[in-house]
């Protein structure tokens, strides 16, 4: 089972970018599927990208479209999720996944990391 290590998180002003990075154990990273959620206080988790093994194919949630970018170094066995344009209700705590089948918001994701806590003012 790979062990995930995100990192990034903090307070930003509405507006602004953030970076957040997670970081993967093992020799396999290349053959996951990976993925972002959120869960913001009180409420459920929510998908928020996922990418393919390869990198070639991406995923987004429709609220985050067009302003958070998911990418992946093989070589570095870290996926990464750019932020721009941060709203407040993007504030969560976001969790990055590992799986085997998909990169979707339905896909089959099994390993989880701690989470990283973002937050948004305005």
């Known amino acids: 089972q790979v062990q995930l290590v995100e990192s990034g998180g903090g307070l930003v002003q509405a507006g602004g970018s953030l970076r957040l990075s997670c970081a993967a154990s093992?020799?396999?990273?290349?053959?996951?599927?990976m993925g972002w959620f959120r869960q913001a206080p009180g409420k459920a988790r929510e998908f928020v990208a996922g990418i393919s093994w390869s990198g070639g194919s991406t995923s987004y949630a429709d609220s985050v479209k067009g302003r958070f970018t998911i990418s992946r170094d093989n070589a570095k066995n870290t996926v990464y999720l750019q932020m721009n344009s941060l709203k407040p209700e993007d504030t969560a705590a976001y969790y990055c996944?590992?799986?085997?089948?998909?990169?979707?918001?339905?896909?089959?994701?099994?390993?989880w990391g701690q989470g990283t806590q973002v937050t948004v003012s305005s």
């Open positions: 996944a590992a799986g085997y089948t998909g990169w979707g918001p339905r896909a089959d994701f099994r390993s």
């Open positions: 093992g020799r396999t990273f290349s053959t996951y599927s």
